[in-house]
Structures are given as structure tokens and as C-alpha cells.
């Protein structure tokens, strides 16, 4: 006999339930959120910054063409499928686009993934403490509030920010895992990292932990067998996640 596989909006719905579940026993449940391609597209920041730039640049003008289905990760790699190769060049771009990628003004180009705002603000209502932990740094505090309020986001019940910008992620998510055990049960985690999202099965391997979307760092992590993928936060769906 073939098990069934749960479609995408049972297996969200089941996180609500145990949200509930967790509430009505008197405990805090925690669902942590990572943001950046988790929680939010980050392609229309990248493609304002790369416009920007060939405005400004004579040698960049192709980059100002760019459609979002050809954004790699790195904004490097994505100049150099677009034709651009020469180590000055590459050079500028990355300087050009370090500059602004982490601005509190280009955060709010960032768009939610489908049905993610609905998502969290279900949990909300049902008794959950929406946790953000993100690798933006706290100078990013501002724009990341508005960005999250502009878009239909309950307000955090936690934000937590690197900080300091130049510290790693997966260092700085490892040195909060016991500010999340403070805050609550972590009932379910959801991050676009393979590594760090193994971080969380690992320190609280009796929750759900899923794996968003498919934009990551590339970094060749294997989720563990556990972790459960989804595309995006929709609850509709009725085809299953494989």
C-alpha cells in the first residue's frame, strides 16, 4: 500500500491545529519565521538595485533587462549569466548592490510569498508567538517593521536581528536558539536554508520544521530526512508536495 502524501494545505492546516492545541494546554506555542525568501520574495529589491545600476553604468545597461525567472542567488552569478564577466566589473556590481541590498528603503520592495501574511495571522489568532529571526542586522529594524506591517503581518511578538552585520548566520541563529527556548515551545520553524532549518530539527526535533521555496544559498546541506518542503504558504492547493 502507497502512503498518502499530505498536500501543502493539510500539512500548514496541521501546524494551526497544533498551535491551538498547544494554546488551550497553557503553553506558549512559538513559530519562528525566517524573512528574506522565507517569508518574502526578495526579487524586486534585487532587480530595483540592478536597474539602479544600469542607469548609472554604461557597460551595466543589460542588467537593467533582467526578468525575475533569470535571478540567480548571488547577484555576481546573476550578472555573469547576463554576459558580464570582468573581474572590475563583477567587482563594482557586488559593491554596488552591497550597498543597497541592506537599506531599510529597498526592504520594502520585497513582496510576501503567496498566502504567507494569512498564514501568520492565523497563527496569531490562535494563540501562537510569531517569532522572526532573521539574518538581517538591527540597522535593518525599521524598514523590516514597515515592510512586515505593510504587507498584512501580524506585528512580532519577537524580532530577532544579528547584532552585528558581518557575523554569520548560521553562528548567530546557533547563539539564539536559547532565546527561543525563553520565549516558549517551538511548535514549528520555517526557514529557505537547509542548514539552518536542520539547526532547529536538531535543538527541537519534536517540532515541524519545513523548508520554503527553492531560493537559496547553494551551499550543498542536505535537509534532514524530516524536514518537510513547501513552495509557499497557500492553503489551497490540492496538489501533493513531493
Not at 530577532?160 to 552585520?165: E, G, Y
Not at 548560521?170 to 517551538?186: D, F, H, N, P, Q
Given at each position: 500500500?502507497?502512503?498518502?502524501?499530505?498536500?501543502?494545505?493539510?500539512?500548514?492546516?496541521?501546524?494551526?491545529?497544533?498551535?491551538?492545541?498547544?494554546?488551550?494546554?497553557?503553553?506558549?506555542?512559538?513559530?519562528?519565521?525566517?524573512?528574506?525568501?522565507?517569508l518574502?520574495?526578495?526579487?524586486?529589491?534585487?532587480?530595483?538595485?540592478?536597474?539602479?545600476?544600469?542607469?548609472?553604468?554604461?557597460?551595466?545597461?543589460?542588467?537593467?533587462?533582467?526578468?525575475?525567472?533569470?535571478?540567480?542567488?548571488?547577484?555576481?552569478?546573476?550578472?555573469?549569466?547576463?554576459?558580464i564577466?570582468?573581474?572590475?566589473?563583477?567587482?563594482?556590481?557586488?559593491?554596488?548592490?552591497?550597498?543597497?541590498?541592506?537599506?531599510?528603503?529597498?526592504?520594502?520592495?520585497?513582496?510576501?510569498?503567496?498566502?504567507?501574511?494569512?498564514?501568520c495571522?492565523?497563527?496569531?489568532?490562535?494563540?501562537?508567538?510569531?517569532?522572526?529571526m532573521?539574518?538581517?542586522?538591527?540597522?535593518?529594524?525599521?524598514?523590516?517593521?514597515?515592510?512586515?506591517?505593510?504587507?498584512g503581518?501580524?506585528?512580532?511578538?519577537?524580532?530577532?536581528?544579528k547584532?552585528?552585520?558581518?557575523?554569520?548566520?548560521?553562528?548567530?541563529k546557533?547563539?539564539?536558539?536559547?532565546?527561543?527556548r525563553?520565549?516558549?515551545?517551538?511548535?514549528?520553524?520555517?526557514?529557505?536554508?537547509?542548514?539552518?532549518?536542520?539547526?532547529?530539527?536538531?535543538?527541537?526535533?519534536?517540532?515541524?520544521?519545513f523548508?520554503?521555496?527553492?531560493?537559496?544559498?547553494?551551499?550543498a546541506?542536505?535537509?534532514?530526512?524530516?524536514?518537510?518542503?513547501?513552495?509557499?504558504?497557500?492553503?489551497?492547493?490540492?496538489?501533493?508536495?513531493?
Amino acid at each position: 500500500m502507497i502512503e498518502a502524501v499530505s498536500s501543502q494545505a493539510e500539512l500548514l492546516t496541521d501546524v494551526l491545529k497544533d498551535v491551538a492545541a498547544r494554546f488551550r494546554g497553557g503553553f506558549s506555542p512559538l513559530v519562528v519565521f525566517d524573512i528574506d525568501d522565507t517569508l518574502f520574495s526578495t526579487a524586486k529589491r534585487h532587480l530595483r538595485i540592478l536597474r539602479e545600476l544600469s542607469q548609472e553604468q554604461v557597460w551595466a545597461a543589460a542588467l537593467g533587462d533582467i526578468k525575475e525567472a533569470s535571478l540567480r542567488y548571488s547577484i555576481v552569478d546573476t550578472a555573469k549569466a547576463c554576459g558580464i564577466s570582468q573581474p572590475p566589473q563583477l567587482g563594482a556590481i557586488r559593491e554596488f548592490w552591497v550597498a543597497r541590498f541592506f537599506k531599510n528603503d529597498y526592504l520594502l520592495e520585497d513582496e510576501p510569498l503567496p498566502g504567507a501574511s494569512a498564514f501568520c495571522r492565523d497563527l496569531k489568532e490562535g494563540g501562537a508567538t510569531v517569532v522572526y529571526m532573521t539574518g538581517r542586522d538591527e540597522t535593518m529594524r525599521e524598514g523590516t517593521l514597515k515592510a512586515l506591517a505593510g504587507r498584512g503581518f501580524p506585528p512580532p511578538d519577537s524580532l530577532i536581528l544579528k547584532p552585528r552585520f558581518d557575523t554569520p548566520d548560521l553562528e548567530y541563529k546557533t547563539e539564539s536558539i536559547e532565546r527561543l527556548r525563553a520565549l516558549g515551545s517551538v511548535t514549528a520553524a520555517f526557514e529557505n536554508e537547509p542548514a539552518h532549518i536542520n539547526l532547529f530539527q536538531a535543538a527541537f526535533a519534536q517540532s515541524r520544521h519545513f523548508l520554503v521555496g527553492d531560493k537559496h544559498s547553494g551551499k550543498a546541506v542536505a535537509p534532514h530526512p524530516s524536514v518537510i518542503r513547501i513552495r509557499d504558504f497557500r492553503r489551497f492547493d490540492i496538489m501533493p508536495v513531493q
